[in-house]
């Protein structure tokens, strides 16, 4: 049985090598292969240089079935696009009259002339498939090899978008004969470590089809399920069956799926009990009460505190805003640097009692509130889950 066929993206500017803007191309893209079962092998940036396009298109045909381009199809000459493809394929562009066409058409409609140099956008290697594009000026094209096509499509996201969805997935459907899915499913877990987790699911990790990866952030771990399948049902029949094992591995740990976050699940949590929650804060710079502002029914306040704070001057400052806001719950941190690590001290107060806990963090300091911020809501979330409404 032969290999199933892979694909390639490459963007391309020198914007997005800059950081100036932020490729969001490349992810729907991602996401629009993914959803027609094209396996995504590898996504390349480049800046506006011939060569190097060049080079990463070349390189590109020779490992996937099929290579995505974005950007560079503008009309000048840092819009070198048409004649990388064409010297990566080994050979020229050509001038097309139609595209000419279809160009001064579009400005027309916008009451406008082109210039001369929007010329350059009628050009395309020689060979290669125009793809007219309805919602732009810049005319895509594709150039079908043996065993690959290099698809060029523009850097605009709303002209990028349209052709994607109405040209490029359809086309990929055809030639590479694709009648899978590839679904996912991201399982959030919080409160524990990636090590940890990484022991009770390693076996899980080796799988191929479903895959799980794993991807760590401060305090939290998100589980991505990925399955490949010939249908939406038996996908889901797959991830289903590997969601229904994470869950008994990994019980509490689990507060959500796809797009839910700690903040929203605790606060719902909240909110479903009808209470409200006061916030103290000392070496976070508002990090927690940042968090969950969003949410302001459920979250009464907070208060910032200054200097060294005792854990005793924690608690009654943590009382006072609660008694000042009306809140049935309070919420403390206190973060500081100690000789080699951040402590992290997190009060709750609930109808369960008073809860005080030190733990120490040793990452990134840049990481250490949003660390705290994870650690502390997690233990709100457990605290309110076992007490009754």
Do not use: C
């Not at 840092?78 to 064409?86: K, L, N, V, W, Y």
């Not at 406008?112 to 594009?133: D, F, L, S, Y």
């Not at 070496?283 to 704070?309: D, E, N, Q, R, Y």
């Not at 120490?360 to 309110?384: D, F, K, M, T």
């Amino acid at each position: 049985m032969s290999d199933p066929p892979r694909a390639e993206i490459v963007s391309i500017g020198t914007e997005l090598l800059l950081g100036e803007i932020v490729d969001t191309n490349t992810t729907e893209i991602a996401v629009a292969l993914r959803t027609i079962g094209l396996d995504l092998f590898r996504t390349t940036t480049v800046g506006d240089n011939l060569e190097r396009i060049a080079e990463a298109v070349a390189e590109s045909v020779k490992r996937a079935q099929a290579v995505i381009t974005t950007g560079g199809l503008g009309p000048t000459v840092d819009d070198p696009t048409r004649e990388a493809i064409a010297r990566a394929v080994g050979v020229e562009t050509e001038f097309r009259p139609e595209l000419w066409e279809q160009i001064t058409e579009r400005f027309s409609r916008f009451g406008r002339k082109p210039t001369e140099n929007n010329r350059r956008q009628a050009h395309i290697p020689v060979g290669a498939v125009a793809i007219e594009n309805p919602v732009g000026t810049a005319p895509a094209f594709r150039v079908e090899l043996p065993d690959s096509v290099v698809i060029a499509l523009p850097g605009v996201p709303a002209e990028m978008s349209h052709l994607l969805e109405h040209e490029v997935v359809p086309y990929l459907r055809r030639r590479l004969g694709l009648r899978g899915v590839i679904k996912r499913k991201v399982m959030r877990t919080a409160g524990v470590g990636e090590s940890i987790l990484d022991e009770r699911i390693e076996d899980l990790e080796r799988m191929h089809n479903p895959t799980l990866g794993v991807s760590a952030h401060p305090g939290r771990v998100d589980l991505r399920i990925t399955a490949k399948a010939g249908s939406d049902s038996e996908a889901d029949e797959m991830i289903w069956k590997m969601e229904a094992t994470l869950r008994q591995r990994l019980g509490e740990w689990i507060y959500g799926v796809d797009d839910d976050t700690l903040e929203a699940v605790t606060l719902a949590v909240v909110a479903s009990k009808g209470y409200r929650l006061a916030i103290v804060e000392s070496g976070t710079a508002g990090a927690l009460s940042a968090s969950v502002a969003p949410f302001s029914g459920a979250f009464a306040g907070g208060k910032l505190l200054a200097g060294p704070i005792t854990d005793d001057e924690l608690e009654t400052a943590l009382a006072a805003a609660q008694d000042e806001l009306s809140a049935e719950l309070g919420l403390a941190l206190r973060l500081e640097m100690g000789e080699s690590n951040y402590t992290f001290t997190y009060v709750l107060h609930t109808p369960a009692g008073v809860q005080l806990r030190e733990r120490s963090y040793g990452g990134p300091i840049v990481n250490a509130a949003s660390w705290a911020v994870s650690i502390s809501l997690e233990a709100l979330r457990r605290q309110l889950s076992a007490v009754e409404s």
